[in-house]
């Protein structure tokens, strides 16, 4: 299908007659020339990458088969015509003077250098793709090899990140609003639960007395303890409306869940030169789980774990487990190997409001911590013996056993 | 049981002292503790009473607390606690053995019904208890020779079969059996069969 049209096949003649010219007659040369074009042929019929031979005009001589393939166009309909036709406007109109410049000033500003760039298929619908050109020169000739990678796998699957990083985002802000809630929860319902039971003990008192006033007294310190039990039923229904909110409870491949949040939360990682291990207990496979939920605290833990590690100089190990329990129960653990926890930060790890951070509202643990628990888990931290802090958290398994009516 | 103590563990000092206030208008002994080691650190001089525990605390929580007395002083009747009425903590502090699980704030006949209730059990079992306890002292009070003799007559033995396992006289058997019924305050045989089995051991 790919046939090399009669300049590219000129320029390999050239080659082919330097080295044989002279040792050799006509004929041989014709043979050379033969033997050339064939293999060039069979070159561009197989070679798996997307590869365009244009000439120093910017018209396409030839082009691969996986090329035909990526833009649509076969040999024979695209042979001759500008390269420019493989690009969209504005790169389009702008082809002819890139080319131009190059020739006469020498400047290089994609050859042997490669770049993303857009392409266009024969249909009019565009994709990313990586081109590198190599130049070819024989004699005053300059022809131009064109490799294309498509990148459109890749961009969707950055696409796909950026999708589960703001569904996490999404959350994680939805779920610190829930925090903020019910951490107002807790800190209220104490001194509220102290002033009913202020009351309602003197109420108590007040019925051992006698007198008109104490039964006035009885009365209003018990109306006043059931106006206290008032604002605790307020403050749990509004709880209960930010937490129940949208988390629902499903089926969930663990595996998928960590390798999910893994992508997400350490992206950038290897730029740190953090070493990532994953040691995955096959039985520790189906959990019932909010996912979102889940990868968020998977990705609050990982990206915790990496922080810790940035300020050590000691080889940064990050490592990833699973184990599945007797109790209907697996363990996950983030384990890194940074300096460690200070003991006063250790003792408040999951209270809100607690961090290490420069900036950050200390909301994160605790978030985590919520959520592991409105699971059915616990989440705690212990100091890893080599170095370091693992932090855990259980989960319950889909597997078996499962209780109906709690969910 | 007059010795009956409520103990109140709960790390906020306000919550602590108005339990205790709360309770001792209802008449009952308190002490608070403000974390679950320091209670743990005095179980050994906790008998009767039964405790009310947060579950969210700094260091050892409600739950764990609740899973330690198990280990250690089981029978003590636990009630739970907590700002947070999480279902699933819930479900876990009642599959441990809570006698009950309140939501704070809470009305105040709800938590004394539920202390009640815990006393009456821990009451019950006290009183099982000490006569376990008596039981055992008069199981040791008998000689190695009626021990023996007792041993036959819980498996069921004539007296005939005990003389001649013993290698001794019928008739000192039925002394013997005497000096056992006595000694262990048991009315008949089958209260003795009873009493020897209630303590799960006849030696």
Request: hydrophobic share 45%; proline share 3%; with cysteine.
């Amino acid at each position: 299908m790919a046939r090399p049209s009669q300049p590219a096949a000129t320029a390999e003649l050239t080659a082919a007659s330097e080295a044989s010219v002279g040792s050799a007659g006509p004929s041989a040369i014709a043979q050379a020339l033969e033997a050339a074009e064939a293999r060039l042929r069979s070159i561009m019929q197989t070679v798996p990458d997307a590869m365009i031979i244009i000439d120093d005009k910017g018209c396409i001589e030839s082009l691969s088969a996986t090329a035909e393939r990526l833009f649509g166009y076969e040999q024979g309909e695209i042979a001759g015509r500008s390269i420019n036709v493989l690009m969209p406007t504005p790169y389009r109109e702008q082809h002819d003077a890139y080319m131009q410049r190059y020739l006469s000033t020498g400047e290089r500003r994609i050859i042997g250098i490669g770049r993303i760039v857009v392409g266009q298929r024969k249909d009019g619908s565009t994709f990313p793709m990586h081109l590198t050109v190599c130049e070819l020169r024989s004699g005053e000739r300059h022809h131009f090899t064109g490799f294309i990678r498509d990148l459109t796998d890749q961009q969707l699957t950055e696409s796909r990140l950026k999708e589960l990083q703001s569904e996490v985002t999404h959350m994680s802000r939805y779920t610190a609003l829930g925090e903020m809630a019910s951490t107002l929860a807790h800190e209220i319902n104490q001194p509220l639960t102290a002033i009913s039971n202020y009351l309602k003990g003197t109420q108590r008192l007040l019925q051992r007395m006698q007198g008109d006033d104490a039964a006035i007294l009885r009365d209003a310190v018990g109306k006043a303890a059931d106006q206290a039990l008032r604002a605790g039923h307020i403050i749990r229904r509004l709880r209960e409306f930010v937490s129940r909110g949208e988390s629902e409870r499903l089926i969930e491949s663990l595996p998928k869940l960590i390798e999910d949040a893994s992508t997400l939360a350490l992206v950038g990682a290897r730029e740190n030169a953090v070493a990532v291990a994953f040691r995955l207990d096959p039985q520790a496979n189906l959990v019932l789980a909010d996912r979102i939920q889940i990868q968020q605290v998977l990705v609050n833990l990982i990206r915790n774990a990496i922080e810790a590690m940035i300020e050590v100089e000691t080889p940064r190990r990050l490592e990833i487990a699973t184990v599945a329990g007797s109790d209907g129960l697996v363990e996950v653990t983030v384990a890194d190997s940074g300096a460690g926890l200070a003991q006063e930060v250790a003792r408040n790890l999951f209270q809100p409001f607690t961090t290490t951070k420069r900036k950050g509202m200390g909301l994160g643990l605790s978030i985590c911590r919520t959520i592991v628990e409105a699971h059915g888990g616990r989440i705690w931290a212990d100091a890893r013996p080599a170095g370091g802090t693992v932090f855990h958290f259980t989960l319950r398994t889909a597997a078996e056993g499962e209780e109906a009516g709690d969910a | 049981m007059p010795n009956q103590v409520v103990h109140v563990i709960d790390d906020d000092a306000d919550v602590r002292q108005s339990l205790a206030f709360l309770l001792s208008t209802a008449g009952l002994a308190v002490r608070v503790h403000d974390s679950a080691t320091s209670f743990l650190q005095v179980l050994p001089e906790v008998h009767d009473g039964c405790v009310v525990t947060d579950i969210r605390m700094p260091g050892m929580d409600g739950l764990q607390l609740q899973r330690r007395l198990a280990e250690l002083k089981p029978g003590l009747p636990v009630i739970v606690i907590t700002g947070h009425g999480d279902v699933a903590l819930a479900v876990d502090a009642m599959k441990a053995g809570a006698i009950d699980f309140i939501e704070k704030p809470f009305d105040d006949e709800t938590l004394l019904t539920a202390i009640r209730a815990a006393l009456a059990r821990d009451a019950r079992d006290s009183a099982r208890e000490a006569q376990l306890a008596a039981i055992r002292t008069r199981l040791q009070a008998l000689s190695e020779r009626e021990r023996e003799v007792l041993q036959g007559l819980v498996s069921g033995k004539a007296n005939k079969v005990i003389a001649y396992n013993l290698g001794i006289s019928a008739r000192t058997v039925e002394v013997y059996r005497a000096n056992v019924m006595t000694k262990m305050q048991a009315d008949s045989l089958s209260e003795l069969v009873r009493m020897v089995l209630s303590v799960g051991d006849a030696s």
